[in-house]
């Protein structure tokens, strides 16, 4: 007990509490924050956090779809042709990984820190292309809502293959990744039942990453327990305090979080255009700074290929909330 009881137990105690507010506040991927902040505190090396932080998210997840299951918001023939697809990919993709990286310990812990650095890279960007998709459906009209719309199997199963082996090497992915796939794939789809399937879909992708990683890399449970004691409150916590916190704000500051961090994982693992022998704290630093500056000016030129002027409604808030099922904002029609 004494050898668990450490002040790297309280660091993750720490760690998992405070990710766990944020997924309770935003909904937003828990292993795209979990899992750099883990490594980034250098409580293990990348293969040791991504299985335990699996193991964790396959726990927790579990709790989110039992609960949209008893309200019947899941579309259960959707996640299913998802689970065909990610669950055998998950299962591969940690050996997949493993027969590439060799027998070298630090050859692999190199090459995740760069696929994890690129994951982080895809998730934050698909954040901004669901506020893009959103304000496209502001501009042309909302489709109208299809709780059970025509399945197409083959796309479906694809993507459910893509997020199944982005998970099961990085546990990145199973909500931005899959979710904006859905959002494309089925627009009309509410946003209550586009949760709701994600989440039953997530149990058995995560579970299955989690089984395959552990039997490779094994389990730390000194990194586990801490983690879900931290998590599980702090989700809870974050779920009931949503509605008086400014959740689109908070998930900005995550996306420039994502940036940062994914670049300062690749920076971390050598990657060739960086470097290998010295890391770039100030670049990345840069990076972040410049995203503040930038994506704002961005934004406001995406809007005037809409027809709209470069700020004002629909804000960024506005095209936020259509995700959870609050009306679309009304704009004027285009000329």
């Not at 490594?39 to 997840?61: E, H, N, P, R, S």
């Not at 900005?252 to 770039?280: F, Q």
Request: charge should be positive; include cysteine.
């Amino acid at each position: 007990m004494n050898d668990l009881i450490t002040t790297t137990f309280f660091s993750i105690l720490a760690a998992g509490f405070f990710v766990g507010v944020i997924v309770g506040l935003t909904g937003m991927g828990g292993g795209a924050l979990m899992t750099p902040a883990l490594i980034f505190l250098g409580v293990g090396d990348a293969a040791t956090v991504v299985t335990a932080d699996l193991t964790a998210a396959a726990i927790y997840k579990s709790g989110g779809a039992a609960v949209h299951a008893r309200e019947g918001s899941p579309n259960y023939k959707l996640a299913k042709w998802l689970i065909v697809g990610s669950v055998p990919m998950a299962l591969l993709g940690p050996w997949i990984i493993h027969q590439i990286a060799g027998q070298e310990p630090e050859s692999l812990d190199n090459l995740l820190k760069t696929c994890i650095g690129f994951a982080l890279l895809f998730a934050a960007s698909t954040y901004a292309l669901r506020l893009y998709i959103n304000l496209r459906r502001v501009r042309g009209g909302r489709p109208d809502a299809d709780p059970n719309p025509p399945i197409r199997p083959i796309p479906t199963l694809l993507v459910g293959a893509m997020g199944g082996l982005l998970v099961g090497i990085t546990s990145v992915g199973s909500g931005s990744v899959i979710m904006i796939a859905l959002l494309m794939l089925y627009p009309g789809l509410s946003a209550v039942k586009l949760v709701g399937t994600d989440l039953v879909q997530a149990v058995p992708l995560v579970l299955a990453a989690a089984i395959s990683n552990i039997a490779i890399n094994g389990l730390d449970w000194s990194i586990l327990i801490p983690l879900v004691l931290g998590s599980t409150p702090g989700t809870m916590i974050g779920s009931r305090i949503a509605p008086r916190v400014p959740q689109s704000i908070i998930r900005r500051g995550i996306v420039i979080v994502l940036t940062m961090s994914g670049v300062a994982l690749l920076d971390k693992s050598g990657w060739a255009p960086l470097g290998k022998d010295e890391t770039h704290p100030l670049l990345i630093a840069g990076i972040g700074l410049a995203m503040l500056v930038l994506v704002p000016l961005v934004w406001g030129l995406i809007r005037k290929t809409q027809g709209l002027p470069m700020y004002g409604a629909p804000t960024v808030t506005e095209l936020d909330r259509m995700e959870y099922g609050a009306p679309p904002p009304q704009t004027q029609s285009r000329p």
